[in-house]
Structure formats: structure tokens, C-alpha cells
């Protein structure tokens, strides 16, 4: 080691082993090039730590290509308000989940990894279609390519909420710690908010529910329970009972309220709201309606009545007004 290295040498090499991610050990690892001398006596150091540098980059550009699925293969094309990946254990009851819940006649059986692609099928809520798509099952390894792990994973991914599909007949929280590490390796957090720490662009937050099936098994109450108390205060759940069917509002509800979308219906003045609604991300304010609708409003804009979440009916309203989901919205320029 030569022993006139600078300073900001040692710190850099401090960031580098304190470093959680690959790309802060790649940042770390160009500081250390960029802040020691180049002479005779670093030429060894210079080329240890270049040769470090790329080994580093591949790794990256691995990691990559695996969270991404293996490319475009299962991309499942969105349609309706919003996607939601149906995520879980093989034999967790995803498909008869999604047969309840939608349109989509998936195979159903009871031996493991009977879905071999992601299934989409929409499910309406009150006047919204949402995409649910069911991906092959998740197990421990499936993120270092077991069964059609890095495809499913690509797909939960890329949606825009995930549901994690537990089975309430057999231990609950180990299939919640699996799903999570794997969605984890594949750069998903869940109910999670990007921090300063989070420099990793590949990772991406996602808002996820859980949804416990097989609640008619026995001893199914007292797992939901112990699966409350270990997750209740990160995720919003709910045990159902998918083969049984039934009335599934409170379910479809607990969904649309995952994906943190409103609905605001437009007007004009003196006539009736439109039917169907726009569909916006939660916090949207009345000039976003005004984008969604015309260029000419959102430029033009002075003003918009509120019916809904102000106090009075047709409210006068600026034009930052966060609307809440169901709003009527009549925009004056
Ligand atoms: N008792 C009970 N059994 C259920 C329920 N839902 C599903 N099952 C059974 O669980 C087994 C697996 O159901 P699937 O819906 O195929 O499960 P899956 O998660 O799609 O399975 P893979 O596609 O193989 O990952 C089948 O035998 C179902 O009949 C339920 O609500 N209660
Ligand atoms: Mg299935």
C-alpha cells in the first residue's frame, strides 16, 4: 500500500465499506480512483481498484437484466384504471382468486405451479375496471431463476400495486417473509417510501395489500390473527374465502383503496356529470383535471366548483385544490 495517499482517499474507502448497495459501492469505488495520485508508486492500486470498478459495473448490469424478468417475454399489457399483481405461494389460491374476482377462467388445481404465465382478467368496482393479473408462484430461489421466478417477478414489478395471496391453511407469515425477500432481491419495496439511502435506482416502491385465502380452513382464524399482528401495521388484509365465492365488496374495496387512485367527474355548467369518471393519482388537484380534459383549460384556467369533498355543494375552488376520490368538478376559464 503507498503510503502517501490523501485523506479523501480513506474516506472514500470508508463510503465503500459501509456501502448497502451496488451502486454505492460503484460510486465509492470512482471517488477512490478520482482522489488517488497517479505516479509509479499507485500505478498497482489504481489498477486493482479499475479492475474492482468494472467487476462491480457487471454485476450491476446482471442484477439488472434479472429484475427486469428476462426482458419483455411476460409483459402483460395494462388495461383499466390500474394493474394489480396477484403475488404468492404455489397452491395459494391466486387463480381461484382471480376467477372470483374477474372475468378470467384460469386453470385451477391443487398441485403446484399449475399457472406457468401471468393471467390477466379485469374486475369491475363500482364504475372503474381494474386489471388483476395472476403471475406463476413465488418461492425462496425464484429470483435466481426457479420455476418462472424472474418472470413474475419482472411482471409484479411493473404493476402498479401487488397483492400478496397467502394461504391461511398453512403458515402465513414464512409465505409473507418468502414473497418479500424474493420481491426484495428484485429491487420491489412495499408500503415502503424512497429514503435518502434509497440512491439504487433500479428499486422501485410499490403499494401492496395482503389477501388471506382459504379462510374456511381449519385453524385459518387464528393465523389471520398472528399474521395481523406481525404485518398488520404495514399492510391492509383481509381473510377471504375465494372457493366459496360469495359477496366480495369488502375485498374489491380494500384493492381500489391499495392503488391510491380518485375518480373526478367532470361537467359543464348547467349540465349533468360526465358517466365516466377520470381516473388520477390520490393528491391530484383541479389543474390536473385540467390537463386530463383540454391544453386550452389547463392554459386558460381560473377557477373550478366542487361538488363533493368541499362544505358547500359547487364550491368555488382555486386551481391547486386537492380533490378527493368521487368529486364533480366543473372548470371555468
Ligand atoms: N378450502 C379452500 N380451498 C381453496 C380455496 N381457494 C382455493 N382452494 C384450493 O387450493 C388449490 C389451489 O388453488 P389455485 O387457485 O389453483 O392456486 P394457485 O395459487 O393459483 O396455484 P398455482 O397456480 O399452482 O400457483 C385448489 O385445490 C383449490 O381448490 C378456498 O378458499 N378454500
Ligand atoms: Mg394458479
Do not use: C
Amino acid at each position: 500500500m503507498p503510503a502517501n495517499l490523501p485523506p479523501e482517499y480513506f474516506k472514500a474507502e470508508q463510503k465503500y465499506l459501509s456501502a448497502k448497495t451496488l451502486e454505492e459501492r460503484i460510486i465509492a469505488t470512482q471517488e477512490l480512483i478520482r482522489v488517488t495520485p497517479k505516479h509509479k508508486g499507485t500505478e498497482k492500486l489504481l489498477s486493482n481498484l479499475k479492475r474492482r470498478l468494472a467487476k462491480l459495473k457487471k454485476e450491476l448490469q446482471d442484477q439488472k437484466k434479472r429484475r427486469m424478468g428476462g426482458g419483455q417475454r411476460f409483459a402483460v399489457k395494462k388495461e383499466g384504471a390500474a394493474q394489480v399483481a396477484l403475488v404468492g405461494a404455489p397452491n395459494s389460491g391466486k387463480s381461484t382468486l382471480l376467477k372470483w374476482l374477474t372475468n378470467a377462467n384460469p386453470e385451477i388445481a391443487g398441485y403446484p405451479f399449475t399457472t406457468r404465465e401471468p393471467i390477466p382478467g379485469m374486475m369491475p368496482y363500482q364504475d372503474v375496471q381494474i386489471q388483476l393479473v395472476e403471475v406463476p408462484a413465488i418461492v425462496r430461489g425464484s429470483y435466481y431463476g426457479k420455476g418462472l421466478g424472474p418472470q413474475s417477478l419482472g411482471v409484479a414489478r411493473n404493476a402498479d400495486a401487488i397483492a400478496l395471496v397467502v394461504d391461511l391453511s398453512s403458515d402465513p407469515i414464512e409465505q409473507v417473509k418468502t414473497l418479500l425477500e424474493e420481491l426484495e432481491l428484485a429491487g420491489v419495496k412495499l408500503n415502503e417510501q424512497r429514503g435518502d439511502e434509497t440512491l439504487d435506482e433500479s428499486v422501485v416502491f410499490r403499494r401492496a395489500i395482503i389477501i388471506g385465502t382459504k379462510a374456511d380452513a381449519d385453524g385459518a382464524g387464528r393465523r389471520f390473527s398472528d399474521l395481523k399482528i406481525a404485518y398488520g401495521g404495514r399492510f391492509p388484509m383481509l381473510p377471504v374465502s375465494p372457493l366459496k365465492g360469495g359477496d366480495a365488496a369488502q375485498l374489491k374495496e380494500m384493492i381500489f383503496k391499495s392503488l391510491g387512485i380518485i375518480r373526478a367527474y367532470t361537467k359543464r355548467p348547467d349540465e349533468k356529470a360526465a358517466e365516466r369518471p377520470l381516473v388520477l393519482h390520490a393528491g391530484s388537484t383541479v389543474m390536473d383535471v385540467a390537463k386530463a380534459v383540454h391544453k386550452d383549460f389547463s392554459q386558460n384556467l381560473k377557477f373550478a366548483r366542487v361538488w363533493g369533498s368541499t362544505k358547500f355543494p359547487g364550491q368555488q375552488v382555486p386551481k391547486d385544490y386537492v380533490l378527493s376520490d368521487g368529486d364533480v368538478v366543473e372548470l371555468h376559464i
